[in-house]
């Protein structure tokens, strides 16, 4: 398997160094500057964290170890890397920070080497990738598609090969929108089963979550262990029950993925069948996850003191919005939270799991979803027409996790698995299962600096 994994065996293994391989990723970084997936990139870091991982005692070395790591532009931050959220305004005044968040602390311990900042749309209100003042990020499947949002930059660099593994973010589906946009694997992790802190800048009321995303289950799987948080685990039953929702709104290519994903559980020993998707669920957690949001930016713009005129008009309107929301409203909306929290129960009681698709079609071209416009409930529609029910895990604190099945016009193919909170590594184990019974994908690129 080409992944991160194997990249640090290699490394380990003498195959490669690290300082062979951070070049290469420099080389592709900088030959598919075209791609607009890196917004930031620090040579200098990247050349001393790989000569510092080279001389570092084999019994010392992570599971990652030497690998390049690329962080969003958005979220938990690493030191020496300047967030900037796609923003102009905040990339203008943007500092280094001086630590890493506690996040990245961990991810930093299996020997990733954090150098470069991926991109972002501004304040990470789109699922596209458009960075403010930068050209637009594109799919490494088809330049002219969007790679997703809001983790776009993430999610191209990956499949290009710039790097093997990226950190990424999701509040209301932009880990896993990504992952489906470019063929990889994502998982968003339970409420509370990774740190947020120090500053909790990306805490969101609970309903964002970060992790990274990948070219396997496995990576997936030893990067969720890093930075694991326990909460009271989730077992699958003997035989998994697998609940099987198919969006009215989620095209043949997609709804044929889930089924083909399906059809791979069954082989591994899974109970299958059908039930309805969660669509009403889905529209009220939308519009939480929407007052959230919207509350969320007019507070960080007041706190940067940034006026409305230096944000994309989109963004300004949800401020305006926020600004309009009264405390009563943001109350009412978190106790919604917590009674959907309760209700999606329900969707567990005959199933350890869902399967659902991620995308309702193919990535849409590079602009559909910019944020030149000024109406917020149109753009907002927009999404989740775009990705049904994404931020329904989110809102409800659920685990999800994204990976490929299947390819259609040359394109890959998304499903996802969601499960009840505290069910990630049995999602994980539910995803070797199918990864092992995918078609094989053939990337774009290979991934810089592994050997053939």
Not at 65 to 92: E, M, N, T, W, Y
Not at 153 to 176: E, K, M, N, P
Not at 226 to 255: F, T
Not at 417 to 441: K, N, Q, Y
Request: aromatic share 4%; glycine share 8%; charged share 15%.
């Amino acid at each position: 398997m080409t992944d991160a994994t194997a990249l640090a065996a290699a490394i380990s293994g003498g195959q490669v160094s690290a300082v062979e391989v951070m070049d290469a990723t420099l080389a592709a970084c900088h030959a598919r500057a075209d791609l607009g997936a890196v917004v930031h990139l620090d040579e200098d870091m990247a050349r001393a964290g790989a000569a510092a991982a080279d001389s570092l005692p084999h019994d010392r070395r992570g599971p990652f170890h030497g690998v390049p790591f690329a962080v969003k532009d958005l979220g938990g931050f690493a030191r020496g890397l300047p967030p900037a959220a796609g923003s102009a305004a905040i990339k203008g005044e943007a500092r280094r920070p001086e630590a890493d968040s506690h996040l990245m602390q961990d991810l930093r311990r299996t020997g990733l080497i954090p150098f470069a900042i991926t991109a972002t749309p501004p304040f990470g209100l789109s699922l596209s990738c458009e960075p403010e003042g930068l050209p637009p990020t594109r799919n490494p499947w088809n330049p002219a598609l969007t790679p997703g949002g809001s983790s776009g930059g993430a999610a191209a660099a990956v499949a290009a090969g710039l790097v093997a593994i990226a950190h990424a973010t999701d509040a209301a589906g932009s880990i896993r929108v990504p992952a489906a946009c470019c063929g990889l694997t994502g998982l968003k992790p339970s409420r509370g089963a990774t740190p947020g802190g120090p500053d909790f800048a990306n805490h969101l009321m609970g309903i964002a979550s970060e992790l990274v995303l990948a070219r396997s289950v496995r990576d997936v799987e030893t990067a969720f262990g890093a930075v694991y948080q326990p909460l009271a685990p989730v077992h699958l039953s003997e035989r998994p029950r697998i609940g099987l929702a198919l969006p009215a709104r989620c095209g043949p290519d997609q709804v044929h993925a889930a089924k083909e994903a399906a059809e791979a559980l069954r082989d591994a020993g899974c109970e299958v069948h059908d039930i309805p998707a969660p669509d009403r669920m889905g529209a009220e957690a939308h519009a939480i996850a929407r007052t959230i949001l919207s509350v969320s930016l007019a507070e960080w713009l007041a706190a940067l003191k940034i006026p409305d005129d230096r944000v994309p008009p989109l963004a300004a309107a949800m401020a305006a919005e926020g600004r309009a929301t009264p405390a009563t409203m943001l109350f009412a909306a978190s106790r919604q939270l917590a009674r959907l929290t309760n209700r999606t129960r329900k969707l567990f009681a005959a199933a350890d799991a869902v399967l659902m698709p991620v995308l309702s079609s193919a990535p849409p071209p590079v602009g559909r979803f910019d944020l030149a416009g000024s109406d917020p409930e149109a753009h907002m529609a927009a999404l989740e027409a775009f990705a049904p029910n994404a931020a329904l895990a989110n809102v409800a604190g659920l685990p999800a996790l994204a990976l490929p099945f299947g390819m259609a016009d040359e394109l890959p193919l998304g499903v996802q698995l969601i499960g009840p909170p505290g069910a990630d590594f049995a999602l994980l184990s539910l995803a070797a299962m199918i990864e092992a019974r995918a078609p094989a994908l053939s990337f774009p690129s290979p991934i810089a600096g592994l050997p053939a």
